[in-house]
């Protein structure tokens, strides 16, 4: 029975450790996948008003990012691997399907934007392609919002024709706006065929640059404004002209949390494991000093201590991996029934997504708790092994 219940404590232990590494594995995924497009790593960069007198401008100027800031960009800034923009303008455009219709954002966007914005993911159709860039086609991308309310009813809004203005466009796919109500209820075009509509191709609203994985972030963000006040006659201490916003330090910063909770969360996990252990090494305590008569016999029939040692510690490694075993055994089971399970509640999981641990993490926990187990069991087995016979005889006596 004792036996038993210390296998229980170890099993309680692993499995604990596995629920944690698990959770907060599923934390780290669901935040990861709700910011995929910040966890990637950017500078974003917005125009507004300046706030000093420069240059020969007054105070409060409009200032107005263009395509040829992207372009000095790329060209004066190493370590540049992707940029993209956007452009949008104040009020909403009627957009109408058949009978049906609405008022929505247009977003006229350029190549690499997916490729920045990883967050938005088209879940029916396809996305822009290069013919679509360069010709400036007629096609477009809407949020499910702006499917369900122009295309209810419809089999299928791929293929179908939407009306901006008076111009027809062609859909070509959906764009999943999950907890994102600006991307649900937004319309997306290719820049040039915004520019077409709205005559606004020497304009950019947001403006993206990914550096390379070698790139300092704070560098590179410093970079990047001193070269956007240069081409846009902004005074160097003006700090309001540009928002700049710097995703490479914010994605640091965070993956650094989740780091520290993995520390946290081991150090709790192996803490549980060593209690576990520890139990495991008085049982095995009191277990020798209930068979010394047993092991004095043993003795006296011709067993040496090194035979002895390895009975103790062969026992403990058996309740080890008995417990062990069962913890991991019971974890992944919990681990692979906690998505589905809260999906019944929260369908999608917008923070919560597949808490799993790899089986590198699996093996080193189960290894961490068999080494302390074999350790913990070293010392009532080299009490066993010092046991006499003639210390048996007193003892049966």
Not at 2 to 16: D, E, H, N, P, Y
Not at 177 to 184: E, I, P, R, V
Not at 304 to 321: F, H, K, P
Not at 329 to 354: A, E
Request: positive net charge.
């Amino acid at each position: 029975m004792r036996s038993l219940l210390t296998a229980f404590g170890i099993f309680w232990g692993l499995f604990m450790l596995m629920m944690l590494l698990g959770a907060g594995k599923g934390v780290e995924n669901g935040f990861l996948h709700s910011f995929n497009s910040d966890m990637a790593g950017y500078v974003r960069i917005q125009s507004f008003r300046t706030s000093v007198a420069y240059a020969g401008f007054s105070k409060g100027r409009s200032v107005v990012l263009r395509p040829s800031d992207l372009q000095y960009i790329k060209s004066n800034v190493s370590g540049v691997k992707l940029s993209a923009f956007d452009v949008y303008g104040p009020d909403k455009s009627f957009i109408q399907h058949d009978k049906k219709s609405g008022n929505y954002t247009v977003l006229g966007v350029s190549e690499n934007y997916f490729d920045i914005n990883q967050r938005i993911k088209v879940i029916k159709g396809r996305k822009f392609d290069a013919l679509d860039f360069s010709s400036a086609r007629k096609v477009l991308l809407v949020g499910d919002g702006v499917a369900k309310r122009l295309f209810s009813g419809a089999a299928d809004p791929i293929g179908k024709l939407v009306r901006i203005g008076n111009v027809n466009y062609t859909t070509i796919g959906v764009l999943d706006g999950g907890s994102n109500k600006d991307t649900a209820n937004q319309v997306l075009v290719s820049a040039g065929a915004y520019a077409n509509l709205f005559g606004a191709e020497k304009k950019i609203s947001t403006l993206y640059v990914m550096p390379d994985t070698a790139a300092n972030h704070l560098v590179f963000e410093g970079k990047i404004e001193n070269l956007l006040k240069k081409s846009n006659d902004i005074a160097p201490t003006d700090d309001k002209a540009l928002l700049i916003e710097n995703f490479l330090e914010k994605s640091e910063k965070v993956r650094g949390i989740f780091n520290n909770i993995k520390i946290f969360v081991w150090v709790v996990g192996i803490g549980t494991l060593v209690a576990g252990t520890v139990g495991l090494g008085n049982i095995m305590m009191v277990s020798v000093k209930d068979r010394v008569a047993e092991i004095g016999l043993k003795k006296a029939l011709g067993a040496t201590s090194i035979s002895v040692v390895a009975a103790i510690v062969v026992e403990a490694m058996l309740i080890t991996a008995l417990g062990g075993g069962a913890g991991l055994l019971f974890g992944t089971m919990m681990l692979r029934t906690i998505t589905p399970v809260i999906s019944l509640f929260d369908g999608d999981s917008t923070y919560f997504s597949d808490p799993d641990i790899d089986l590198k993490t699996t093996l080193s926990a189960f290894v961490v708790l068999f080494s302390v187990g074999v350790i913990a069991s070293l010392i009532p087995a080299w009490c066993a092994a010092k046991i006499s016979p003639a210390e048996a005889m007193r003892a049966k006596g």
